[in-house]
Structures are given as C-alpha cells and as structure tokens.
C-alpha cells in the first residue's frame, strides 16, 4: 500500500471516529432517558401511596407493566428496525419517552381513576423505554472500534449516571416542591428526549451487518450458551431493577431512615456504585476477564443483598444497598459483551432478546418483591411469629437474594464454555 493510501485509510478512519461522536453523544443521552422512564416514577411511590390510596402491590404492579412493555416491544419491533433501518425507531422512541412521561404527570387532572391513567401513561413512555433498549447497544455495538467490550460498558454506565441524576434531582425537587406537585418533576424529566428526539434526526448511524452475513436468530437461539445468557441477563435485571426501586421504600419503612437520606445515600449511591462499576469496565475492559468480574460481582451482590435483609444496623443497610449497585454493575453489559463475542454477526433481533430477558427480569423481581412483601405480614400474623420491624420488605429482599445466587452458578458455566467453537455448541 502505497504512502497516500495509509495516509487516505487513516484520514478516513479518523473522520468516521469525529463523525460519530454525535451518534456516541446521543446514545448516551438516551440512556439518561431510559433511566428516566424506569427510575422517576418509584421515587414517587409513597408519595402516590399516600396521595392516592395505593397499595405496594400496586406500585409493583406498575414496574410490571412498564418492563413487560418494553419485553414486548423489544420482540415485536427487532425485526422491523433491521429491515427498514434505526433512525425512525430511535426518534419515535423519544417521542413516546416524552408523551408517556408528560401523561403521567398529568394523571390526576385527566382520569378520574388515577391509577388507570398512570397505567397508560406507564405503557406509553415504556414503549419509548422498550425501543431505546432495543436500539441504543446495536447502533453502538455497529461503530468501527477496536474495543466493542469497553464501549458497550460506557454505554450502560451512562444508564447508571443517568439513574444517580434521576433519584437525586428528583428526590431534591420533591424536597423542594412538595409532595402535592410532585406532577412538575415527570414533567421535567419529559424535556429530555424532546431534546434528544431531534438529535436522532441528525446524527450518522453506521450500517448494520448485512443480511446476507446475518447469523439467524433461530441457530443463535438453540444454542445452549445463548439460553444461558438470556437466565444471566434476566437474573441481572432482576436484581439491580429489584435494589434501585425498593431500596429507598425498604429504608424508609423497614429502617426508619428519612425518605431523603434513603434515596441520597441508599439509591444515590446505588447508582453511584453502578456507574463507577461500569465506567471502569469501560476504561480497562481490555485488561480485565470479563468471566471473573461477573462471578465476583455477583457475589459481592448476594452478600449485599443478604446484609439488607438481616442487619439491624440502618448505617450498614444503607452501605449494603449502595455496595451492591457495584457488584451487579457489570452484569447486564457484560452479558451482551459475551454474546456479542460469542455471535459476532447477529443482527438486532439478538440484543432485542437479550433486552427482552433482562426487561422481563426487571419486571418480575420488583413486582415479586412489593407482592411478597403485601403478603408476608398476614403470613406472619396468621402463624402467630413476633417480629420486629417491617418484616414485609425485608422478606422481598430475601426473595431478591436468589437472583445473584443464580447469577453466580451461570457465570461460571459460560466461563467453562466461552472458548466452544461455532454456534452450534454451548
């Protein structure tokens, strides 16, 4: 190759690498929507409990809806978004983030029934929430860079910043607005993907693999190792979604912990946890096996979890609640890293299976957790056991506690497998 042909190659390389900066920039702003869409909402749930007359059930009825919502649009809509191209997915996934959000806030003053109104509300920007998780890894898996394990971690880091931003600038205009307009701060929170609705209309997208060179879903999907991947992935959902919406309840009602301390030093700092875990995969992913950082995350994450449910000590609740944001940290990147390895060529119907699993986690451990915790307090009457305290959340918890045990079994067995030759093994 001649001297003006490197020279060309480079130029050309290092103009795509300014041209999608903009692309990385966006994907990054739609994961704060997506934290947004999932973690808003659950700051409110007292507030909503207490206002309304709503039950814990209730509230976890609503994670339910919202993450199987985006399950269901993450399966519907892959084909479709491989077919006829990202950009329109990606700007109408602003668009329903921005109305869902704008709905909810206006619940109260459009449905007579309250809670049927932040039931549609919560589908409406779960459709957004659905399509971000569907669009946001394959846009930034498809960008030419020699560390796709590193930038697929920033990726979700920006999630977890998104979420510490989220419970704390919402926890601070509760404070600061008072529980009766608690309606501005869903408000609020909408203008983000207004903004960034018209940054999808702008900014370069990088072609997917071609069709011709696809590895169909079907063959992915027999695999042994795949179906492996989805379990982590779902227990992975399972227990960060389950630690960031219940935690601040658990503190307040379970500890005596002030709502305000709970959501900045219990949920703050779970987030904080969790973005630190996966910036620093981000910067030293190259470095660092993949497998072993899973296997001890998710111990850390059990032993959290299981610190939660039985210290009677509020200070170390607390820094269980945020230690454990670290340990399930690299979980749900890292489970796409070792699919994407593993499947170099899928197309965008693998990572909408693998959202689907870890949206479908996200949904049953929260509802799991506010239904377990409704139904132990009449359990424990009925048997007549004394306890102290609030023995409903912290029974959820213990349930929660099984999500990082599974995590920790299935890491070790795709650790056992990652070097199978071909699709066909696992």
């Known amino acids: 190759m001649s001297l003006a042909a490197v020279f060309a190659e480079r130029l050309r390389f290092m103009s795509n690498s300014i041209s999608y900066k903009s692309t990385v920039y966006a994907c990054y702003l739609g994961h704060f929507v997506q934290a947004a ?77 309250v809670y049927a109104g932040l039931i549609g509300a919560t589908v409406v920007f779960s459709c957004g929430g659905g399509l971000l998780e569907l669009l946001l890894s394959p846009i930034v898996n498809a960008i030419p860079t020699d560390e796709k394990a590193g930038a697929m971690s920033m990726l979700h880091a920006f999630y977890a910043w998104g979420q510490l931003t989220v419970v704390l600038v919402t926890s601070l205009l509760l404070a600061v607005l008072g529980p009766d307009r608690w309606y501005f701060i869903m408000l609020f929170w909408s203008l983000m993907p207004l903004v960034n609705a018209f940054a999808f209309l702008k900014v370069p997208l990088a072609p997917p693999v071609a069709e011709e060179h696809r590895t169909k879903t079907r063959v992915i999907f027999k695999t042994r190792y795949f179906i492996v991947c989805l379990a982590v992935i779902m227990a992975g959902g399972a227990a960060e979604i389950s630690m960031a919406q219940w935690a601040s309840s658990f503190l307040e009602a379970a500890m005596g912990i002030p709502k305000i301390i709970g959501d900045y030093a219990g949920v703050g700092m779970f987030a904080l946890a969790l973005g630190i875990g996966r910036t620093w995969y981000g910067k030293m992913g190259g470095r660092i096996d993949i497998y072993k950082a899973m296997t001890w995350g998710a111990a850390l994450c059990l032993a959290c979890f299981l610190t939660v449910v039985f210290s009677p000590v509020p200070a170390l609740s607390l820094a269980a609640c945020a230690l454990s944001g670290f340990g399930v940290s690299l979980i749900w990147p890292g489970t796409i890293v070792i699919a994407t390895r593993k499947f170099p060529l899928a197309g965008t119907s693998m990572f909408a299976i693998l959202a689907s699993a870890g949206d479908l986690g996200a949904s049953l451990g929260p509802w799991l957790v506010g239904l377990t915790a409704d139904k132990t307090p009449a359990l424990i009457q009925a048997a007549q056991i004394p306890v102290s305290g609030n023995p409903g959340l912290r029974a959820g918890f213990l349930l929660a506690a099984l999500f990082p045990a599974v995590i920790l079994i299935f890491t070790r067995y795709l650790a056992k497998h990652k070097l199978d030759n071909g699709v066909a093994k696992g």
């Open 37 to 113: 869409v999932i973690n808003a909402a659950p700051i409110l749930f007292l507030t909503l409990m207490n206002k309304y007359g709503l039950t814990f059930e209730q509230m976890g009825r609503l994670v339910l809806i919202n993450f199987v919502t985006q399950v269901a649009v993450d399966l519907f809509f892959s084909r479709f978004a491989d077919k006829h191209g990202l950009r329109a997915f990606a700007v109408a996934a602003q668009v329903f983030a921005f109305a869902g959000l704008v709905l909810f806030g206006f619940s109260p003053f459009l449905f007579a029934d």
